[in-house]
């Protein structure tokens, strides 16, 4: 499960990350037009933070869950000795 959410996560972060120039601002490695689209449209830089806080989580749950999957058969038995 925390697989799929990293994924839509980073799906999520990919189109935040895109709407500048679909909003009409071409070239936001230019100051001004970054800052200009800051004060139009502030919601989605936090909104990103937030996506990839999220992703972030999941990735960390998604590492355990896989370590724990892929744990030779050896050392899982020494776990449970």
């Known amino acids: 499960m925390a697989v799929i959410i990293a994924g839509l996560g980073g799906i999520t972060w990919f189109a935040l990350e895109l ?10 490695d230019n100051h001004a037009v970054s800052l200009d689209y800051l004060r139009q449209y502030p919601q989605f830089y936090p909104l990103a933070g937030v996506v990839l806080f999220i992703m972030g989580i999941a990735f ?13 058969a050896w050392a899982v038995s020494l776990a449970e000795a």
Not at 19 to 28: A, E, H, I, K, R
């Open 19 to 28: 709407l500048p120039p679909v909003l009409g601002f071409d070239d936001t």
């Open 60 to 72: 960390v749950v998604a590492g355990f869950a896989v370590s724990d999957a892929l744990a030779p």
